[in-house]
């Protein structure tokens, strides 16, 4: 006979109900790590919201057709090169003619893990994002402050980019949006002035590394 002592009827009631308590603990914790609190979901989605908005200031989808594209890439070829200095008709131009680049690019993008964040997040270079007084106290030398110099000394504001609008996926839209947003970083790196000669030699640079047709056009036809 076994020496131990028998449980009792109660005894026996406490260790299930222990049991099924860690069970369902357990349940619980890997719920959890699976499957995201509603506040938390609330906030991703509210925060995918706002990037939403403010990607509607830069980017208008629209689908176009073939013939629409083959009607509008030398209405806006000719306007551009009447009006060179309307940013307008030269982003329209780029809309129309560079959705193959853009592809190509935004594959670049995806290729990396950087790229990957860069269009999970969708960030904007605004005036808002940028915190120009923060810039303008960094030394001399810096990106930031030759950046802000430039922009000031020649009266510039980074929320004065052409909007996308030929694009009807927003990571192409995106890269596009990119794409003009830095171009004045290219200026301060290069020190290639805002001129005519400047803007010229600028785009043949801007079409030797991104390879978009615009970039090209406006090297040879002016800026």
Partial sequence: MSSRPRKSIFDRFKQCCCARAAKDSLQASCLARVVPTHAAQEERENGTQRQRNKMK????????SLLQ??????????????????????AGLGDV???AVIHRLKDQLVSSVMGK?????????????LNL????SLPEGTLGRGYVHYMDSHGFSADE???????DDPDLAYTMVRYRQVHDFWHVLSG????????????????????LPVCALSALLGP
Wanted: charged letters at 25%; zero cysteines; hydrophobic letters at 40%.
């Fill in 192 to 211: 290639l002035p805002p001129s005519e000669l400047g803007e010229i030699a600028l785009k043949a640079f801007e079409f030797r590394v991104t390879g």
């Fill in 69 to 90: 594209r083959a009607f509008l890439t030398p209405y806006f070829g000719v306007k551009a090169i009447m009006n060179p200095t309307r940013g307008d008709f030269v």
């Fill in 117 to 129: 964040e860069l269009l999970a997040r969708k960030p904007l270079i605004t005036v808002e994002s």
């Fill in 161 to 167: 980019r052409s909007i996308v609008r030929f694009m």
């Fill in 97 to 99: 003619t560079s959705v």
């Fill in 133 to 136: 007084p923060n810039l303008r």
């Fill in 57 to 64: 200031k830069y980017y208008e989808p629209y689908r176009l």
